[in-house]
Structures are given as C-alpha cells and as structure tokens.
C-alpha cells in the first residue's frame, strides 16, 4: 500500500508488533525466569535444541539477553505476550540478516504451559511479516527436526515450504534424526500464495 500522509505510516506503526493474538514487545528482566525455565527443559529442549543437557541459568540468560538486543540490523528478539491480558507466552528472535543476501533464520519458543493455543501459529506469522515488511528481508529459514511433526505444521500452515533435507543431522536417543529445512520468501508473502498479514 502507499501511503499518503503521516497517518498511513503511523496505523502501520502502531500494528507492526501486534498479531491476531500476541503481541512483541522488548525482553523485560521479568520475562527471565520464566524463559531460562522453559528453554532448559528437558521435555522441550530435544525438540529445538542440538543437545539436551542441564545448563546454569547465567549463561541462558545471557544468552536470551544477547538474542533480544536488536542492535544490529540483520537480528532482532523480541518476548511474545498475550495481546489480551500481558501474560509473557515465548520469545522469537530473527537472526543473521545481511546484504546482499537478506536472509534471516527465524528461532521461536513458546513457553510449554502455551503450547496447542495458537501462540505459536501467530508468533511464526507475525514475526514473518515484520522480517519482509520492516527489516526488507528476501528470505527467512528454519530449521527443524524431522521428527517435530507439531512445529512442522505451524510453519507450513504459515506458509513455509520444506525444501530440503539435513540427513542425519542431529542425534537423540542413541540414534540420528534429520533435520528439515524450511523456508519462506517474500515475493510468495507479498502476492498472497502464502499465508500473509492480510490473511491473519
């Protein structure tokens, strides 16, 4: 759309963090707690995470920190909270964008009490359109293990496509899994052949 005047940019301005239902806003040193929780447990970290191990809880901390700064303008973190009530619900954080390229990978986590409540299906989404829409990406990935079959549905019904396959890329459990590669572009976004902002 083209904006006419100041009152364009700003409607945009003030929906650009705003989903269906979550809302991003900046890492506030309350949401700590409840991030460095989820992220260390066990029962979620073999879904996202190369090694399941028990870690301290400064390290994760800086490192949600380190994810959430969006000083550099190829990576941003934000924490999702409900838009109804406040409540923190996961964190999603872009990173790696550079030129030429404009390629980003997209990281979510959404907090286990959460999950199966449609957090998540927006977070992808919302987040999405901020990466096209604000930060002119061309491309944004994730990876994803295979056997995830949950995060691989919220993706494709986002509108990521699988298009590759990391054979044997990450082992739990005494055995190797794959890993899928997932990936949505912004010219597909922005002609509506995948699920975009205006279809939220």
Request: a negative charge; glycine letters at 10%; proline letters at 4%.
């Amino acid at each position: 759309m083209t904006w006419t005047g100041a009152a364009d940019a700003q409607r945009y301005g003030s929906t650009i963090l705003d989903g269906d239902r979550v809302r991003f806003r900046a890492l506030e040193d309350a949401d700590l707690p409840d991030l460095v929780r989820w992220w260390r447990d066990p029962e979620w970290a073999v879904l996202q995470q190369i090694l399941v191990r028990p870690r301290p809880e400064e390290p994760v901390v800086e490192m949600l920190r380190s994810w959430s700064k969006s000083e550099r303008s190829g990576d941003v973190g934000f924490s999702v909270v409900d838009r109804a009530s406040g409540e923190l619900v996961g964190h999603v954080t872009l990173f790696g964008a550079a030129l030429p390229v404009r390629a980003a990978t997209l990281a979510v986590m959404i907090g286990s009490e959460h999950v199966g409540r449609g957090y998540g299906t927006d977070a992808v989404r919302l987040l999405t359109a901020y990466g096209f829409r604000e930060m002119g990406l061309n491309r944004i990935e994730i990876q994803v293990h295979a056997f995830n079959d949950r995060a691989r549905a919220v993706y494709r019904k986002v509108g990521y496509h699988e298009e590759g396959i990391r054979r044997e890329a990450v082992f739990h459990d005494g055995r190797f899994h794959d890993e899928v590669i997932m990936s949505a572009l912004a010219r597909d976004w922005q002609s509506g052949s995948t699920r975009g902002p205006s279809d939220a």
